[in-house]
């Protein structure tokens, strides 16, 4: 199935550091949004992002709508080891009412 | 408010067989879609329902099946099981069809023997 270009697509990092993420896409959206899934468990919803330009934080998660619309970024600040999962990016455009999904970063933090 | 639940958690069933689930949505939300995720695959999306009709599908046999209640709620089967279709299956729901946020359950793990 269709699916978006995100990177990386894995990431091992010391507690306490930046991480960056980022998805791109071929086709423009409206919608972004980004998730966060622990094994054996559902996504969780993080960030939702609806205008290009817009930033929006939750916490120490900061994303971005890329102004092209083709692209999203996910800050994560100050690591901890309860990062630890696997991050996905989805989108959608009005008329379709599906969401694309990235492949997934899988972030491991080292204490 | 109580969030997206899926019944049940886990499911072991050997090869032929058929199952199975269910997904009940947030309150208000008349969107229901459903994901395959394994390993290899990632998320591959099934098919969506709204108002009890099926809106879009995506590429997966026609063993797999879903329908929607008036009440929202949805389930999805999967006849003649094979070993493949082994995966964690969730449900995501949303309150109508466009653009709107759109929140996962904790899935059910179907193994198949």
């Known amino acids: 199935g269709q699916q978006l270009n995100q990177s990386p697509q894995s990431m091992f990092i010391q507690e306490g550091e930046d991480v960056s993420m980022n998805c791109t896409s071929s086709s423009i959206f409206n919608t972004w949004l980004w998730y966060k899934q622990e094994p054996g468990e559902g996504p969780v919803l993080l960030i939702a992002?609806?205008?290009?330009?817009e930033l929006t934080s939750n916490g120490r998660l900061t994303a971005q709508f890329g102004i092209t619309r083709k692209d999203s970024f996910l800050n994560i600040s100050a690591s901890i080891p309860s990062d630890v999962g696997i991050y996905f990016c989805?989108?959608?455009?009005?008329?379709?009412?599906?969401?694309?999904f990235g492949t997934g970063t899988r972030l491991k933090v080292l204490a | 408010k109580a969030g997206v639940t899926q019944t049940p958690r886990y499911l072991i069933k050997t090869r032929g067989q058929q199952v199975t689930l269910s997904c009940s949505p947030i309150?208000?939300?008349?969107?229901v879609s459903w994901y395959q995720q394994t390993p290899g695959q990632g998320l591959q999306f099934l098919f969506e329902y709204f108002s009890e009709t099926q809106r879009n599908k995506g590429n997966f046999p026609g063993r797999f099946s879903g329908r929607q209640f008036s009440n929202s709620r949805s389930e999805m089967n999967v006849s003649t099981l094979e070993l493949g279709d082994s995966a964690l299956y969730l449900c995501?729901?949303?309150?109508?069809?466009?653009?709107?946020?759109?929140?996962f359950g904790p899935g059910t793990r179907l193994t198949v023997l």
């Open positions: 989805a989108g959608t455009t009005s008329g379709t009412y599906k969401y694309i």
């Open positions: 992002l609806y205008k290009a330009g």
């Open positions: 309150s208000g939300h008349r969107s």
């Open positions: 995501a729901t949303k309150r109508t069809g466009g653009t709107d946020t759109q929140y």
